[in-house]
Each structure stands twice: as C-alpha cells, then as structure tokens.
C-alpha cells in the first residue's frame, strides 16, 4: 500500500512538473544536447520549434563538429569541415527556434570521423563526456534537457555515448532539470521507410543498417508543432543536404550522391510524418531507475 501511495505520489509530480508545451505554460529555459550538428533536425526539431513557439529559450550544445561529412569536400581538412558544418547549423537552428548554438566543450574537443576511435565522442571516457554534460547543464540551468534515446535514435555510437554522458551527468550533483527526454524512432516507421526506399530507390541499398527503432509503448511523451511549421524541418534538413529535404521523390534517386541514414530517417518522416517527435523519459537524480 505504502509503495502504491509512493508511485501515485511521483506518478502526481511527474504530470505537474512535465506540465508546459502542451498546456500553453512557458517550458523557460531548454537545453538540447547533441553529437553531431544535423541530429538536432532528425531527432528534436518539432519539439524545439514547438518550445520556442511558447516562448521558450532553445540552447543547443553539440559535442562534435559533424566533420565526417564534409572532410572530402575539404580535402581532409578538418578545421575548414568544421566551419562549414558551423555555418550550416545556424542556419538550421534559425529555422527551427534554436536562439543559441555552441560546442559542448569547445570545438574540436571531439570529433565527427564517421568511425568509432580516438577524438570520437564514443571513444572518450564515459566520465569525462558525463562531467563536460554536467558542467553544462550547471553553466545553463536549463528547466528541461533533450537528447537522444538509449539507442542513440539510429544506433550511431557516437549518440549513444551522448545519451549516456546526459543520463549519467542528471545522476551526478548539480543543477537539476525537471524533465529530460531522449528522442527515440518507431520501428515500425522504420520498416515503412525500407518500404518507401525499396520503391523509390529500388537499385540502391539505403541507411547503414544499423537503424532499428522502437516498440511503440517506449514512447512516454510527444511533442508535436503545427502541420505549417514542419516545412521548417524540411528546410533545415535542406542547409545541411540541399534537396534531402524537399525534393520529390523522383528526384532523390538521380540528384543525391548519398544513400545512408539521413535518407532512410527522410523516408521514415514521410511515411509517418514531419511534426511529430517521440520521447523516453531519462530519470533525474534520485528518481527510481527503470527496471527495464
Ligand atoms: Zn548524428
């Protein structure tokens, strides 16, 4: 009995203190913690230009300079792909309410190689990238904190080890949030994408593999923008990959040269759609861990 008045009693907390984008309630402040420039599109973009619709203030914070992408183009050099990414995040984040834009702990405190190893977010010490969240969340002070789920939303290591970086900092001493989530994808918007780009796409493998998604009862909150706004979110896509965002279908086989999980996750918002984000809730504190 006592245990079932204890869950009701947290149960209570909970919904009073998740209580703000949905209800017309300013969420204040908001930090958004990311491995790579381009995750704060795929992962959280209906929940930031929702946020900041309602007045809230969007900090995002990434952790690598999303170099990978851009090193051929720049001939290896890393410094120059890291500026270019630079300026297409603020660009992104123009478009999606994000007012400020930094590097976790600096630039080229670690990088985006399109591999695990050294420099890489999932080749650091898990401490040290949970003590960098953490002075993070204590310099901003956020009300809530967004990030990926506990499968790094497409199984890439480097979001894997930031969602564990941002559950282990809200465990350790600090300033506390009163709600962290982690974005996550359905499975079964997933297996829709490998649909859609089997018909669109057909002589061409689409998306590393390694994208799964999840059962749809992970989800414990949405957060959704308006219809109008989601063209934000194809916009912003398009800074980073002109035309990944809003070219028709039957343009997408002959005018991109890239077919990996950007594309797949593009497939996967069409057959579901572009406003909607989904989210696990991450404990904070002493909260009780789940079991699962
Ligand atoms: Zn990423």
């Known amino acids: 009995m006592a245990a079932d008045a204890e869950r009701r009693r947290r149960f209570t907390l909970f919904i009073v203190m998740t209580s703000g984008p949905n209800d017309g309630s300013s969420p204040d402040r908001v930090l958004v913690i990311h491995a790579h420039p381009d995750d704060e599109v795929f ?4 929940a930031t230009i929702a946020l900041a619709g309602q007045g809230g ?3 995002l914070r990434v952790a690598t300079g999303g170099e990978a992408g851009l090193l051929a183009a720049y001939h290896g050099d ?8 630079a300026a297409q995040l603020t660009r992104s984040c123009g478009l999606l309410g994000i007012s400020d834009w930094d590097y976790l702990a600096g630039a080229g405190r670690w990088i985006d190689t399109g591999s695990e190893g050294v420099g890489t977010l999932a080749g650091e010490d898990p401490a040290v990238l949970a003590a960098a969240v953490r002075a993070c969340i204590d310099r901003i002070e956020p009300m809530m904190v967004l990030t990926v789920d506990r499968v790094g939303l497409t199984g890439h290591p480097d979001h894997i080890a930031m969602h564990n970086a941002v559950r282990s900092a809200l465990a350790l001493p600090g300033w506390l949030p009163h709600e962290a989530w982690g974005a996550l994808l359905l499975g079964r918007h997933i297996a829709a994408a490998h649909a859609l780009a089997k018909a669109v796409v057909p002589h061409r493998p689409v998306g590393s593999g390694r994208v799964q998604g999840r059962a749809d009862d992970a989800v414990e909150r949405v957060m959704t923008c308006s219809r109008e706004d989601a063209h934000r979110r194809r916009a912003a896509l398009d800074e980073y990959t002109p035309g990944l965002g809003t070219f028709p279908h039957h343009d997408l086989a002959q005018r991109l040269d890239r077919f990996g999980d950007s594309l797949l996750l593009r497939f996967a918002m069409d057959a579901s759609d572009w406003h909607t984000d989904r989210f696990e809730r ?11």
Not at 43 to 46: D, E, G, L, V
């Open 57 to 59: 203030q969007i900090f």
């Open 43 to 46: 992962a959280t973009a209906a």
């Open 282 to 292: 991450i404990h904070i504190g002493d909260e009780d861990q789940p079991s699962r």
């Open 78 to 85: 890393v410094v120059r792909a890291r500026a270019a990414r």
